[in-house]
């Protein structure tokens, strides 16, 4: 699970991903070392991506359309390189409602520490859930 803390400063919550990235990093080193044409083509093609979809988020005069191809090819390549490191589908954390509360509980209770203004946001957006939560009515 998620492990947040917060910043050094206190003044922000820190989501760890380094061990998440280290694991991919090893994955793809070791895909890499395996099949190095393959992955080496695959890493160009999404390099190439990248660079084609950036220049499209920053070109003022780039058409709509444009851009969501870009992203599309980049987003495609992207999810070649995972396939190639066996780990990547174990990086997501799947969260049941106990523990994704829990989380939720532990980045409040640090967002708190670091502002105390959130403790009322929460409480204010906790009885507006609760009052929507009483309010539902039963569908046939």
Request: hydrophobic share 45%; aromatic share 2%.
């Amino acid at each position: 699970m998620i492990r947040p803390t917060l910043t050094a400063d206190g003044l922000a919550v820190r989501l760890p991903i380094a061990d998440r990235a280290e694991q991919l990093l090893d994955s793809l080193a070791l895909a890499f070392a395996e099949h190095p044409d393959d992955v080496a083509a695959l890493l160009t093609t999404h390099a190439a991506n990248v660079v084609r979809l950036d220049h499209a988020v920053v070109s003022e005069d780039m058409p709509e359309y444009e851009r969501a191809m870009r992203a599309a090819a980049a987003d495609g390549s992207r999810e070649a390189l995972l396939a190639e490191a066996p780990t990547a589908d174990n990086l997501d954390d799947l969260l049941g409602p106990d523990d994704a509360l829990t989380l939720a509980r532990r980045i409040t209770g640090l967002a708190v520490h670091a502002d105390p203004r959130a403790g009322r946001i929460t409480r204010r957006l906790a009885a507006r859930f609760r009052r929507h939560r009483t309010n539902r009515t039963t569908r046939p």
